[in-house]
């Protein structure tokens, strides 16, 4: 099982960058799979999330600046990112959850209850 995440960079604010996480080893549309980010200094914190049906859920602070998406043929997650701040700059990561989790709203998903990770995406952001 891997989860391989690309498309991090160094962009101006108000900028776009799209990241891509490509699955395999298991199947992404069975599964609540989501975007965390670590910021410098601070824990791991759920950004978005999309669940087996395809409804996605996003974190207050996303604010319509983000949109989770997946590909289910070709099994990747894709987190579009614009009007970035200096703020979000971080790591972001993507994971899978077990089969039979259920998606939270709001993005307030825990790291612990997800046990698939990539291995992160630097995305920095300057003003």
């Known amino acids: 099982v891997q989860l391989l995440e690309s498309g991090g960079g160094s962009v101006q604010a108000g900028g776009s960058l799209r990241l891509a996480c490509a699955v395999s080893?298991?199947?992404?549309?069975?599964?609540?799979m989501a975007w965390f980010r670590q910021l410098p200094g601070k824990e791991r914190e759920g950004v978005a999330n999309?669940?087996?049906?395809?409804?996605?859920t996003y974190a207050d602070f996303v604010k319509g600046r983000l949109t989770i998406s997946r590909d289910n043929a070709k099994n990747i997650l894709y987190l579009q990112m614009g009007s970035l701040k200096p703020e979000d700059t971080g790591t972001y990561f993507c994971?899978?959850?077990?089969?039979?989790?259920?998606?939270?709203?709001?993005?307030?998903?825990?790291?612990?209850?997800?046990?698939?990770w990539g291995q992160g995406t630097q995305v920095t952001v300057s003003s």
């Open positions: 994971a899978a959850g077990p089969l039979g989790l259920t998606c939270s709203s709001g993005g307030k998903d825990q790291p612990s209850l997800y046990n698939t």
């Open positions: 080893g298991l199947t992404a549309s069975r599964r609540c």
């Open positions: 999309v669940d087996m049906y395809d409804n996605p």
